[in-house]
Every structure is written in structure tokens, then in C-alpha cells.
């Protein structure tokens, strides 16, 4: 009886350990909606990266396009950090804004970045 119980207390611990993180879509209590984008991360703090990606713009004066990047900062959840890496191609989901920056929430990695 008592090794059972030992058992389970250490099935349970290792859930906790995995994430921690309120805003974590997996984890978390947080609904994701909205648009959602790809690109590479540019930077990492703890917490959050910073996106980049390139639009097309079309400049009606010279009936061309023009390519414009665009950055864009998101949450990076707890249980992803060892995971992604500056210069790695990840996706993004909305979700409610964060802070006054963070408006979304890292979904999942596509593929790593070249060294
Ligand atoms: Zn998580």
C-alpha cells in the first residue's frame, strides 16, 4: 500500500515540473485566438522572443511591390524554452494582450535555425 502511494506522489510531481507558466497554451488558463504568423526568432529573453518575418506591400506609384519585415514579440511558455533557439522558424498564435508589447503566444517550432 505504501509503495503505491509513493508512486503516484512521484507521477505527480513530474507534471508540475514540466510547467508552471499561467500563460503556457498547453499548460495554462489562457484562450488563444485570432490571427497567427511565421517567422524567425530574432531574439530571446526569458519569457519572450521577438519575431521577424517579410510582407509584400504593393506601392501603387511605381505598380510594384515592396517587401517590408515586420517584428512581432511573443510569449514563450516555460516548458518551451530549451526548446527554441534564436534563428529557428517558429509559429504564433493572438491571444488576449499579455503586456503592453506581447500580444501572442509561441504555438510550436517548424524548424531550427542554420549555424
Ligand atoms: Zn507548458
Known sequence: MVEVKIKKQ?????EKVSCADKFCPVHGQ????????K?????K????VTI???RTLYIKKYER?????TKLH???PECMFSEIQIGDYIEIKECRP????VHFIVIKKIRGGEK
Open 52 to 54: 521577424e518575418f517579410e
Open 98 to 101: 499579455i503586456s503592453k508589447i
Open 65 to 69: 511591390y515592396a517587401k517590408r519585415k
Open 74 to 76: 511573443a510569449r514563450l
Open 10 to 14: 512521484t507521477k505527480k510531481m513530474k
Open 45 to 48: 529573453f526569458p519569457k519572450r
Open 30 to 37: 489562457i484562450s488563444i485566438r485570432g490571427r497567427s504568423f
Open 39 to 43: 517567422g524567425k526568432v530574432i531574439r
